[in-house]
């Protein structure tokens, strides 16, 4: 029985601004594992439902160095 609903609950990795070769290979990384299915498999053992729609932006967020 699901007592809670996390369906928007946004798994991820940081990483220090500037970091520009970290950030670049941890992105690489997501899209791989987003793109050949096993982030959805991950998400289906462990959270039990499928990934969230995941967001181009969150503001006050920056999701790369500008």
């Known amino acids: 029985e699901k007592k809670l609903s996390f369906t928007s609950l946004y798994n991820g990795a940081c990483t220090r601004l ?4 970290i950030n670049a290979e941890a992105n690489r ?3 791989m594992i987003r793109g ?3 982030l959805t498999k991950i998400y289906r053992k462990w959270m039990d439902t499928d990934p969230p ?8 967020v ?3 160095v500008s």
């Open 18 to 21: 500037g970091e520009r070769e």
């Open 29 to 31: 990384f997501v899209d």
């Open 36 to 38: 050949n299915g096993e």
């Open 53 to 60: 729609a995941f967001p181009d932006a969150i503001e006050g």
């Open 62 to 64: 920056p999701f790369v």
